[in-house]
C-alpha cells in the first residue's frame, strides 16, 4: 500500500461518485482519475464554468460526467442539488474554502463553517439513504489547531481569526467523518465513513485567502505535491476495499505532508466523543436535516 498510486484504483465501471468542488483542485484531479477508472462522476460544483473546462479536458471520459449546481454555502442549493442525485456508490465530500476574510453564508453562519462542515453536513444526510457504500470527507492538517465552540461556532460574539476558524472547520470534518461511522456501525449498516486529507498540495485553495498570506502560499507552493498527488488520500479512501470505516488516510512522507496515502494519525480533540456527539445535535439543528439510519 505504501506505493499505493492511481494506478492501483479498482475498475470502476458501473459505480457512481458525487464530488463537491470538482471543478479545480483536487477535486477536478479526483473526477480525472475516476473517470479514467470507468466510473460515472457527478460534479457538484458552484462554477459550472470551470467544471465545463473539467469535462472537456476528459475527451470521451466527458461522457459519464453530470455537472450539478451546487453551493454549500447556501442550504436552499444543498436540498435542490440533492433532489436530483436518484442514487450512488460513493460521495466525497471535497469542497472548501480556507482562511477567508469573515463573512456568512447564505443562511448567517461564519462561511469556513458553514461551508466546510454544515453544507456538507446537510449534504450527506440528504444523499444517505441513496449512497451504497461510503462517504469520504475531506479535512486537512490543519485541525490540528482547531477548537470546537459549540456556544459560539459562527463568531458572533468572540473575534475572528481567520485560521482558529479555518482550523475549527477541518476538525468539525473529522468529528464529523468519525461520528458517522460511529452512527453507521451501531445502526447495523454497512456503509463506510472515511476521513482523508491531502498533505500540503498545490490545490489553488491557498491563493484565495485575500490577504498576503496569497503572496506567501505562492512561493511556498514551489515545495508543495502536486494536485494530482494531494488527491490520491480521498482516491484511495473512496475507492480501496482495505479503506475502513472511521480511519483517516493521508500522506506518509515527510510529516504527513507529501507521499503516496496512507493511515493518518489526528487530533486528540478530533476522537472526543462527547465534542462529536454535541457537534452533531448542533448541525442537525442548524441545517434542519435529520439523519435516518
Same mark, same amino acid.
Given at each position: 500500500?505504501?506505493?499505493?498510486?492511481?494506478?492501483?484504483?479498482?475498475?470502476?465501471?458501473?459505480?457512481?461518485?458525487?464530488?463537491?468542488?470538482?471543478?479545480?483542485?483536487?477535486?477536478?484531479?479526483?473526477?480525472?482519475?475516476?473517470?479514467?477508472?470507468?466510473?460515472?462522476?457527478?460534479?457538484?460544483?458552484?462554477?459550472?464554468?470551470?467544471?465545463?473546462?473539467?469535462?472537456?479536458?476528459?475527451?470521451?471520459?466527458?461522457?459519464?460526467?453530470?455537472?450539478?449546481?451546487?453551493?454549500?454555502?447556501?442550504?436552499?442549493?444543498?436540498?435542490?442539488?440533492?433532489?436530483?442525485?436518484?442514487?450512488?456508490?460513493?460521495?466525497?465530500?471535497?469542497?472548501?474554502?480556507?482562511?477567508?476574510?469573515?463573512?456568512?453564508?447564505?443562511?448567517?453562519?461564519?462561511?469556513?463553517?458553514?461551508?466546510?462542515?454544515?453544507?456538507?453536513?446537510?449534504?450527506?444526510?440528504?444523499?444517505?439513504?441513496?449512497?451504497?457504500?461510503?462517504?469520504?470527507?475531506?479535512?486537512?492538517?490543519?485541525?490540528?489547531?482547531?477548537?470546537?465552540?459549540?456556544?459560539?461556532?459562527?463568531?458572533?460574539? *468572540?473575534?475572528?481569526?481567520?485560521?482558529? %476558524?479555518? #482550523?475549527?472547520?477541518? $476538525?468539525?470534518?473529522? &468529528?464529523? @467523518?468519525?461520528?458517522? !461511522?460511529?452512527?453507521?456501525?451501531?445502526?447495523?449498516?454497512?456503509?463506510?465513513?472515511?476521513?482523508?486529507?491531502?498533505?500540503?498540495?498545490?490545490?489553488?485553495?491557498?491563493?484565495?485567502?485575500?490577504?498576503?498570506?496569497?503572496?506567501?502560499?505562492?512561493?511556498?507552493?514551489?515545495?508543495?505535491?502536486?494536485?494530482?498527488?494531494?488527491?490520491?488520500?480521498?482516491?484511495?479512501?473512496?475507492?480501496?476495499?482495505?479503506?475502513?470505516?472511521?480511519?483517516?488516510?493521508?500522506?506518509?512522507?515527510?510529516?504527513?505532508?507529501?507521499?503516496?496515502?496512507?493511515?493518518?494519525?489526528?487530533?486528540? *480533540?478530533?476522537?472526543?466523543?462527547?465534542? %462529536?456527539? #454535541?457537534?452533531?445535535? $448542533?448541525?442537525?439543528? &442548524?441545517? @434542519?436535516?435529520?439523519? !435516518?439510519?
Amino acid at each position: 500500500m505504501s506505493a499505493w498510486s492511481t494506478a492501483d484504483i479498482p475498475d470502476q465501471t458501473g459505480r457512481t461518485i458525487v464530488i463537491t468542488g470538482a471543478n479545480s483542485g483536487l477535486g477536478a484531479q479526483a473526477t480525472q482519475a475516476l473517470v479514467g477508472a470507468g466510473a460515472t462522476v457527478v460534479m457538484a460544483c458552484r462554477d459550472l464554468t470551470k467544471a465545463q473546462k473539467v469535462v472537456d479536458g476528459l475527451g470521451s471520459g466527458g461522457e459519464r460526467v453530470r455537472i450539478g449546481s451546487l453551493d454549500l454555502a447556501d442550504l436552499a442549493s444543498v436540498r435542490a442539488f440533492a433532489d436530483t442525485v436518484d442514487g450512488a456508490d460513493v460521495l466525497i465530500n471535497n469542497a472548501g474554502v480556507m482562511a477567508v476574510p469573515l463573512r456568512r453564508t447564505v443562511d448567517g453562519f461564519e462561511m469556513q463553517f458553514g461551508t466546510n462542515h454544515l453544507g456538507h453536513f446537510a449534504l450527506t444526510g440528504l444523499l444517505l439513504p441513496k449512497i451504497s457504500d461510503r462517504v469520504v470527507t475531506v479535512s486537512s492538517g490543519a485541525h490540528q489547531i482547531g477548537r470546537i465552540d459549540l456556544e459560539d461556532p459562527d463568531y458572533n460574539s *468572540r473575534p475572528y481569526r481567520r485560521w482558529s %476558524a479555518y #482550523g475549527q472547520s477541518k $476538525l468539525a470534518n473529522l &468529528l464529523f @467523518g468519525y461520528e458517522l !461511522a460511529r452512527r453507521l456501525q451501531s445502526s447495523g449498516s454497512s456503509i463506510k465513513s472515511i476521513v482523508a486529507h491531502p498533505g500540503y498540495a498545490d490545490t489553488g485553495l491557498q491563493s484565495h485567502t485575500e490577504s498576503v498570506w496569497d503572496r506567501l502560499m505562492a512561493v511556498s507552493d514551489l515545495v508543495a505535491q502536486s494536485a494530482a498527488d494531494g488527491a490520491l488520500p480521498e482516491l484511495y479512501a473512496a475507492t480501496a476495499a482495505d479503506a475502513q470505516s472511521g480511519k483517516f488516510y493521508g500522506p506518509t512522507k515527510f510529516g504527513g505532508t507529501r507521499g503516496a496515502p496512507g493511515p493518518a494519525k489526528s487530533s486528540r *480533540r478530533s476522537h472526543d466523543e462527547r465534542t %462529536a456527539a #454535541g457537534l452533531w445535535a $448542533l448541525s442537525e439543528q &442548524l441545517t @434542519g436535516v435529520q439523519y !435516518a439510519f
